[in-house]
């Protein structure tokens, strides 16, 4: 068995440079152990003014990462995919001898899928040290989750590569495909890892022998190895993952399918009254946590409701990136507040920007609403 022990950096330079990043365990563990940021208090005008230079360039900067940092957001697409979750990782704790089914989030891009799922990593890793301790029987390190993100034409040699890279193993840099792959794999056994996520899988091309290949090994580790599979991407059901097919190639990766749970997540959407009141939810929660001077009861929620809906168009990935950047602006410029003026020198993603105008005229012909009923009728 290979000792999955902290390495000393001296050992390697590389390890400084990945210490923070979810290439490496030090850097998921900084990421699922770290206490919550507290949030900066919200100073009046006359406050900020009191301010010494050195104390206000301080007060700035913690609001600067703080807005940076605004969730993750408990949306109620977030919430149910973590139920969903929860469910098929625990109905995995079976017996060695059974196989152990995966898991796909397939959805659009800038709909939070991997902020959901690290969310839901950072409290499995908390529940299982919490519940085994740090350390196996062994006496190796506890890591109840591996991490492992794809890249362009990932072959197995690669995605065992990855695997390594993770736990900072001496071997990661000499070796066949097997060689990784036993060395991975021993360490996914030695450190007790329970959940592999495998992020950006569109990357993988499954139509090519590299594709294969890969499959090929998730089917191995779900066979052979005390682990779930949770596959992160874009498009996996027009990549075929889930598809049956009528030759071999299709045939093995059909396999992977009829074993694979496929989960999704939905943008925000307001053609419904429930719709509009969890958007409603979202925009409260956000104005919640917005540190602004002139910042007032329903600025957010009431007065930027189908302002920022046209401009995200319910993707919580696009809101948040207007949301940061115009906070940045507020605090940068002096203006302390967010409005449409503001928002509308913030620039956002090309896909949403495209997208606006419809919205935008849809709002003003009164095609579209985003505030709830309920909410309408007591601001008359």
Known sequence: MIECRKADPADDLRAKLDHLTLSRKEGFKGLAEAPSRPQPEVLSRRQLKALGETARAEFDRSRRKWHANLGPLQTPQMAALHEDLWDIVDSNDQDSDKVKGGLALDAFPGLGKTTAVLAFAKKFHRREIAEAGEFTDAGFERWPVCRVGLTANTGMRDFNRAILEFYGHPGRFRGTASDFGYRALDCVLSCEAKLLIVDDLHFLRWRNRSGVEVSNHFKYIANEFPVTLLMIGVGLKMRGLFDEGEDFEDAVLAQTGRR????????????????????????????????LADKYPGMIADELSDYLFARSTGHIGSLMTVINRGCQKAVRTGAERLDEDLLSTVKNDAASEEARRELQLAFETGKLKSRPKAKRRKAA
């Open 260 to 291: 694979t749970t496929r989960l999704d997540m939905e943008p925000f959407t307001i053609k419904t009254e429930q719709g509009r009141r969890d958007w409603r939810d979202m925009l409260l929660a956000i104005e919640q946590r917005v540190v």
